[in-house]
Nanobody, 124 residues
Framework: QLQASGGGLVQAGGSLRLSCVAS????????VGWFRQAPGKEREFVAT????????FYGDSVKGRFTISRDNAKNSVFLQMNSLKPEDTAVYFC???????????????????WGQGTLVTVSS
């Protein structure tokens, strides 16, 4: 089970840090990703980190502004979001994939365990 938190209301240009904590099943051997879904839009890949954290992927719209990291000892993954824009407004979900490989890292279908989502609202 994954629990996402850290969302909230922030002005454009501001920062937020999202957390994803796993319980019941260690995620140290999983790829853990963040996806987001804005109202009326499809779910979008944001970022993912593989196992030791040495390999990460980012969606084009967040590259250079967001940073994903993980602390396997705490069974947690984080998403530092800087220079936020109104178009970043969405519900953010974390997900774990235990069979995810590099070539499928951006596909939500490869992630089996999902958190409930946390809302991020960026005002202009």
């Amino acid at each position: 089970q994954l629990q996402a938190s850290g969302g909230g209301l922030v002005q454009a240009g501001g920062s937020l840090r999202l957390s994803c904590v796993a319980s019941g099943r260690p995620i140290r051997n999983a790829a853990v990703g963040w996806f987001r879904q804005a109202p009326g839009k499809e779910r979008e890949f944001v970022a993912t980190t593989f196992r030791s954290g040495g390999t990460t992927f980012y969606g084009d719209s967040v590259k250079g502004r967001f940073t994903i990291s993980r602390d396997n000892a705490k069974n947690s993954v984080f998403l530092q979001m800087n220079s936020l824009k109104p178009e970043d407004t969405a519900v953010y979900f974390c997900a774990a994939g235990f069979s995810t490989i590099f070539s499928t890292a951006r596909r939500e279908s490869t992630y089996t365990d999902w958190g409930q989502g946390t809302l991020v609202t960026v005002s202009s």
